[in-house]
């Protein structure tokens, strides 16, 4: 019998036992993941200093020293753009590298890792059953954007984008930036460049799926990366597809024993397309929520998760599902990008509501809904 299963030891699962073992060492953790790590997985590999803060309050210290921090942040829609220096450096680091630190991190701290597929759950009184052998007083879906945990507690998949990933030469003229081009028609729809810093960038390109419009191949998504980002698909290899579940404006996880966290839990910036943050922080959560019931003695973990993750992440996803609502118009995405590269603050408050768990500001706020320009587009 096992305190918590992790279905999923990316940076959710790792989170979450690093969460629950930081609460209350002495708990047995099991994580369980269908492949060996190192893998890779599907990505725009960026992580912002908002996700290093979360795991230095669990000692998970000098995990990304070794890499070289992004500072410069490019945003473009057609010929409107800014480019600038963030408050905060980003870094962009491959899953490989990434997930298996923190997965070691995990293991450190005393969690079990077994490679192992999982098919399904049985409530069975006290304790959660695992594909028919394994026994948990608690579970933790944290199995991506199909997420099989997802599946079992019977919680709707909401919209979803896709997009395709590579890694290619880093350009002259993207070296030691992260750039998001917009496309032309209905948003969000992007390509990205993100220097790595040792040469190679890690670029793709991502739309989200509507019933309107036919779904895109690979040839489709490749092709709007060339167009927005001319020259980033030269030399590209480690193609991959991936879904993408986009966060709504509201989230209430369920009450019990079993939690979701991550991409299984739906959390992927609808802006951005940005997830390692949530991932991060909401693994914590479920981690601890996970501790603090085996101290009360309760089976209900999922009920403090809901309260510590409402206060964490409920305004900014309603502000993030607001932005994106308003962003799908053309003119505000607009008037977005030019107040960012007229106004640092503005700027600043973008990255913030983007990367991490910032809110629209009333600048922002203004900014977006500024009057169109005579003769603006």
């Known amino acids: 019998m096992w305190d918590l299963v992790i279905v999923g030891a990316g940076p959710a699962g790792a989170s979450a036992a690093l969460g629950a073992l930081a609460a209350d060492p002495s708990l047995s953790v099991l994580m369980l993941d269908r492949h060996d790590f190192p893998r890779d997985k599907a990505c725009g590999d960026g992580i912002a200093p908002h996700v290093l803060d979360l795991l230095a309050d669990v000692g998970v210290t000098g995990l990304l020293d070794d890499w070289t921090p992004v500072g410069r942040f490019v945003l473009t829609k057609g010929d409107v ?36 597929r999982v098919r399904g759950l049985q409530r069975n009184g006290a304790s959660i059953t695992v594909d028919g052998e394994l026994h948990g007083r608690f579970v933790v879906g944290a199995d991506g954007a199909h997420s099989v945990v997802r599946r079992e507690l019977g919680v709707a998949p909401g919209p979803v984008a896709l997009a395709i990933r590579g890694y290619a030469p880093t350009p002259a003229g993207r070296a030691a930036s992260q750039v998001i081009a917009y496309g032309p028609g209905r948003q969000p729809s992007y390509a990205w460049s993100f220097d790595r810093g040792d040469g190679w960038s890690n670029v793709g390109y991502g739309e989200q799926l509507t019933p309107a419009r036919p779904r895109p191949t690979r040839a489709d998504l490749t092709a709007q990366l060339e167009k927005l980002l001319p020259g980033a698909t030269e030399e590209g290899t480690s193609w991959w597809g991936h879904h993408l579940p986009l966060a709504g404006r509201s989230w209430r996880p369920q009450p019990g024993p079993v939690m979701l966290a991550g991409d299984a839990a739906g959390l992927i910036n609808p802006m951005t397309g940005e997830g390692i943050y949530y991932a991060v922080a909401t693994g914590l959560l479920a981690g601890r929520a996970v501790a603090e019931a085996l101290r009360s003695g309760t089976a209900d973990a999922g009920t ?24 799908r118009s053309g003119h505000v995405l607009d008037a977005g990008i030019r107040a960012a590269a007229a106004d640092q603050r503005i700027f600043d408050d973008l990255v913030e509501l983007g990367l991490a768990d910032g809110l629209i500001t009333r600048p922002l706020l203004l900014a977006l809904l500024r009057p169109r320009r005579a003769g603006s587009r």
């Open 304 to 327: 403090t998760y809901r309260r510590e993750a409402g206060r964490l992440l409920g305004r900014h996803l309603r502000h993030t599902a607001l932005t994106a609502q308003l962003s």
């Open 81 to 116: 753009g800014v480019d600038r220096i963030m408050a905060r450096p980003n870094w962009v680091v491959p899953r490989t590298v990434f997930d298996q630190r923190l997965a070691e991190a995990a293991q450190a701290a005393g969690a079990q890792l077994v490679r192992r």
